[in-house]
């Protein structure tokens, strides 16, 4: 069965320059998170949506990452006038109700020059 | 604040060896633990999970072990394959968040 899907895979961008990576859930799946995976680091938390609603986005770093989840399906994380220390992989993961296992995507990794 | 951290960075294993890696964690409201594996240009990959009131759990060829005593989470991988190399998470849930917490990671090399 399909899983987690990311695209793009790969997204160089300019500093300054504002990109969108999107993420496709498990089907069915309520429950959806975004994290942050610096090199040789662990996944950090970003966001959290059940459904589409935003219920903690406590770990965004900061006022420049935005996202959004408007039919509680399709989720887009957004990332404004982008630095350097923005670079890193972004994975998203759903979860289906009443469990605790989430599913990740592949990941998108960013580079940011 | 709270923490998931590795003993090791990196564990290398003959191949049909056994293999543990070990985690420690600090949050004692921790209610749900997780170790994943994540291969080079994947996201993590579920192994097998265990909640805080069990202190061992067997899947296949992999146990986890828990001593909340001392707040201690070991992955044990039995008879390594060269498929187990890899880079293993450990993460930790508090049941008050949704969120999961992550270990920097271990990366096991399997030597054959």
């Known amino acids: 069965g399909a899983g987690v899907s990311q695209s793009p895979r790969y997204k160089v961008a300019k500093r300054g320059q504002d990109v969108a990576l999107r993420c496709d859930p498990i089907?069915?799946?309520?429950?959806l998170f975004w994290y942050q995976q610096a090199l040789g680091q662990g996944p950090e938390f970003l966001t959290y949506?059940?459904?589409?609603?935003?219920?903690?986005k406590s770990g965004l770093p900061s006022d420049r990452f935005f996202a959004e989840r408007p039919e509680g399906s399709v989720s887009t994380l957004k990332i404004q006038r982008t630095q350097q220390e923005d670079s890193a992989v972004y994975l998203c993961?759903?979860?289906?109700?009443?469990?605790?296992?989430?599913?990740f995507g592949p990941g998108t990794r960013l580079t940011v020059l | 604040g709270e923490s998931v951290g590795l003993h090791l960075p990196t564990l290398s294993v003959q191949e049909g060896d056994n293999s543990i890696i070990n985690c420690a964690y600090s949050?004692?409201?921790?209610?749900?633990f997780i170790w994943y594996k994540q291969e080079s240009g994947k996201g993590p990959q579920f192994i097998i999970d265990?909640?805080?009131?069990?202190d061992k759990r067997q899947g296949q060829r992999v146990t986890v072990l828990l001593n909340k005593t001392v707040k201690h989470l070991s992955l044990q991988i039995a008879a390594t394959q060269p498929g187990d190399s890899a880079v293993y998470f450990c993460a930790e849930n508090d049941g008050g968040n949704e969120k999961l917490t992550f270990g920097t990671g271990t990366r096991l090399t399997i030597i054959p």
């Open positions: 949506f059940q459904n589409e609603a935003q219920l903690d």
């Open positions: 993961a759903s979860r289906k109700r009443q469990t605790n296992e989430q599913f």
């Open positions: 089907s069915g799946h309520v429950s």
């Open positions: 265990i909640r805080s009131n069990m």
């Open positions: 949050n004692s409201a921790s209610d749900y």
